[in-house]
């Protein structure tokens, strides 16, 4: 449900004296006026934190004593030229300090359409702000109350009574009434109390899309961050979550890899078990296993293992010829390497290295000129 309270902001003259009346008040529920009176009554009604919503607004109505209204036509002019120009004609023609007043221009809905202009004073504003900040009061919008009077039509004038005041309202402008004053402006024109529930129609439509606000310029609250709690609270628990995530992945991953550590460890034990070799874990069996094919001149002694990685060094040499090639059943593989320079035989020499094997090189110059080399290669690094 959206709630609106309506709040009239005392004259600036009774602010001044310090004898400002109760303000009149009007409540809103979803459109529908619930409540409104002459005093401090809205203070309960519209405090209570159970009621407050995301749609809440507080709206206060400035005396139209204090705030007068012309329209003014510039039926040429893009609705944000016509603001532009009504502000600064407006000033124009006002009386007394421009630097003391405050003069804030609706922007029309559209082109060729009257523009809202209303005047007030910098210590007006200051005393309403004032005002409002010693109750605690934050408006959505500071409204002046003539604007909320419909136009009559092009040869009468309204009279209506808006929060106490009674305001009249012509085709181009709306000011306070004055016995003495208003048929002086009003001329040949009649003068015709407006229907009360005509002007709280308008009034209502005023509240749905006010044609100004005098918090603008320099009087534009400045924009404060605010933190939802609810939001915070969110924040925090998605923290909270990401963090023991970022605990657990790591934990399970190493579980995960001492499962599987384990399971390919008891299937190693299992295979030397087929094989006769009974062993507690895999680091016996694989130890029991490289000692049976030591003695049986296989597995990493074998011919093939060293043989293969010299022929792959030789690869990336291809000046290298092998002369003459022998294996022993420690592991180790003697050959003689013949090449045109010494540095094609050392680059073989250390591809093996490279791979981790042992090498030792006894060099001797050939018969046909080419440099030769003995050389042994441990067949386990």
């Known amino acids: 449900m959206s709630r609106v309270l309506l709040l009239w902001l005392p004259t600036a003259a009774a602010l001044d004296e310090g004898t400002g009346p109760d303000s009149a008040w009007l409540r809103v529920d979803d459109g529908v006026i619930v409540d409104s009176g002459q005093d401090d ?74 523009v809202p202009v209303a005047v007030t004073t910098h210590a007006a504003m200051t005393a309403w702000t004032d005002w409002l900040k010693a109750r ?18 092009p040869d009468a004038l309204w009279t209506a009574d808006v929060g106490g005041e009674q305001i009249v309202r012509s085709a181009d402008r709306a000011w306070l009434s ?35 606000d005098l918090l603008s310029g320099g009087w534009k609250p400045k924009r404060r961050w605010s933190v939802d709690p609810a939001m915070l609270r969110l924040a925090k628990r998605l923290f909270i979550a ?14 995960r890899l001492t499962s599987d550590t384990n399971r390919a460890d008891n299937a190693v034990v299992a295979m030397a078990k087929k094989a006769g070799i009974a062993a507690t874990d895999a680091t016996a069996a694989e130890a029991e296993l490289d000692r049976r094919l030591a003695a049986a001149g296989g597995g990493p002694l074998a011919f093939s293992v060293p043989a293969s990685a010299l022929y792959d060094a030789m690869g990336d040499a291809p000046g290298v010829s092998l002369k003459t090639l022998s294996h022993r059943t420690d592991g180790t593989l003697t050959t003689t390497l013949a090449a045109p320079r010494v540095e094609d035989i050392n680059q073989v020499l250390l591809a093996l290295q490279a791979r981790g094997y042992r090498i030792t090189a006894q060099p001797m110059a050939g018969n046909d000129g080419q440099q030769m080399a003995n050389i042994t290669i441990r067949a386990v690094p």
């Open 41 to 114: 009554g809205w203070v309960g009604a519209w405090e209570k934190p159970q009621d407050d919503g995301p749609d809440d607004r507080l709206i206060a109505i400035a005396p139209a004593a204090d705030v007068p209204l012309r329209w003014l036509h510039y039926p040429d002019a893009a609705p944000a030229q016509a603001a532009a120009a009504a502000r600064i004609d407006t000033l124009k023609n006002s009386l007394g300090d421009a630097a003391a007043l405050h003069v804030v221009a609706g922007q029309p809905a559209g082109g060729g359409q009257a």
């Open 136 to 153: 605690g009061l934050s408006p959505a919008a500071i409204v002046p109350a003539a604007v909320a009077v419909p136009p009559p039509e």
């Open 178 to 212: 004055d016995p003495e004053l208003d048929p002086l402006i009003a001329g040949g024109h009649s003068v015709a109390p407006l229907d009360a529930d005509r002007m709280r129609e308008a009034l209502l439509l005023t509240l749905a899309a006010p044609p100004l």
């Open 242 to 255: 990401l963090v023991v995530v970022s605990l657990l992945i790591p934990v399970i991953y190493a579980l």
